[in-house]
Structure formats: C-alpha cells, structure tokens
T-cell receptor, first 113, second 111 residues
C-alpha cells in the first residue's frame, strides 16, 4: 500500500511571493504518477499539475512547478508569483498502475494581500 | 457541458435511511471512482469501476454499494445510514494513466 505525507498542515504567503508545498510518498511500485490537486472553498477538485514517475524532467504548468526527487520519494509543488486566487487546500496524490489515487492529508494555503 | 456531474449536491437525511448519489460523465472515460472526504478534509478512495470490474477499498462497509448501469454512470447507494457517513462524496473519472476529473461533490449530512 502507498502512503502520502504532507507535513505542512497550513502555510501562508504574501501575494506575488513564491511558496513551496512539501509532499513525500512511500511505495514499492515502479510505474506510477504523482499529482497536485487544488480544492478552493467551492470544494471543487482541480488538477494543478501531473508528473509521470518515469520522467526525470520536472513538470511545469505556468506559475506551478514541481521538484520530483524519485530516489528520495519527494514531490514538492512550487507556486511562483502567488495570487489571491491560489488560496485553497492543496492535495498531493499518488496514482498507481490501476489509476487509483492515494491522497495526502492536504496543506491549507492562504495568500495574503 | 459539465464533464462529471453528481446529483444531488446536498443531501440531508435521517440515520437509518437508504440513499443514492448519482454520477454521470460525458468524457468517454473507461474508469469511474468514488471518494469520501471526511470532516478533516482527508480524501480516501472507496471504489474503482472499469469495464464491469469493481475494485473495492477493503475498509468500505458493505452498506455502500456502487451500481453502474453503463460506462458513463456510477451511482453510489448507501443502506442504513450512520452518523459517521456524514462527509463529502466525490465521483471521478479517467482514462488509464490520465488525471482524474472530479465532480463537484455531494455533501451528505446525517441527522
């Protein structure tokens, strides 16, 4: 079974600054995917970024990028130029070969004006 | 043109009742899922359904039963509701190896 750990229950950042959310996971599988999902107060689950484990290159999506360290089983999310609309819960998720997701406990991010 | 739609969005009911939550996806995905998000925001997979193969998370009580009339629908039926069933339930769908698309969730409140 996989486990996903997000060690920061809450974080805050000033608007326009950069923030990094941490995520570590544990698995014995070799073929998997990693995701960051955002859940704003509206409770929608919105995909932020996705990383295939077999790819060494870190995924980027506009202001969002990841630092994927496979050997360390670490998958952190960096948000650059933080905006007020980035305020949300952020969930790290592990997707196995069967595409079932295991989520971390979430990090509540507050962007302050 | 909502991709994954769940109904109802809110469900308030008495303990002991039986209820269903419906989910439909128009993305042509092969696999559908149900997740439960508890009051502490923790999300946990309940079921995965692909080509009539059901994968059940072993921690899910057998009062919960998914029903799939076709590939585009995966409904969740819950018997004998208990206080601990209060949560937000999310339906999702995907193709293999692709990100899951989530519905907007159904908040179930048990009185």
């Amino acid at each position: 079974a996989q486990t996903v750990t997000q060690s920061q229950p809450e974080m805050s950042v000033q608007e326009a600054e950069t923030v990094t959310l941490s995520c570590t996971y544990d698995t014995s599988e070799s073929n998997y995917y990693l995701f960051w999902y955002k859940q704003p107060p509206s409770r929608q689950m919105i995909l932020v970024i996705r990383q295939e484990a077999y790819k060494q290159q870190n995924a980027t999506e506009n202001r969002f990028s990841v630092n994927f360290q496979k050997a360390a089983k670490s998958f952190s999310l960096k948000i650059s130029d933080s905006q007020l609309g980035d305020t949300a819960m952020y969930f790290c998720a592990f997707g196995n070969a069967g595409n079932m997701l295991t989520f971390g406990g979430g990090t509540r991010l507050m962007v302050k004006p | 043109d909502t991709a994954v739609s769940q109904t109802p969005k809110y469900l308030v009911t008495q303990m002991g009742n039986d209820k269903s939550i419906k989910c439909e996806q128009n993305l042509g995905h092969d696999t559908m899922y149900w997740y439960k998000q508890d009051s502490k925001k923790f999300l946990k997979i309940m079921f995965s359904y692909n080509n009539k193969e059901l994968i059940i998370n072993e921690t899910v009580p057998n009062r919960f039963s998914p029903k799939s009339p076709d590939k585009a629908h995966l409904n969740l039926h819950i018997n004998s509701l208990e206080l601990g069933d209060s949560a937000v339930y999310f339906c999702a769908s995907s193709q293999f190896g692709q990100p899951q698309h989530f519905g907007d969730g159904t908040r179930l409140s048990i009185l």
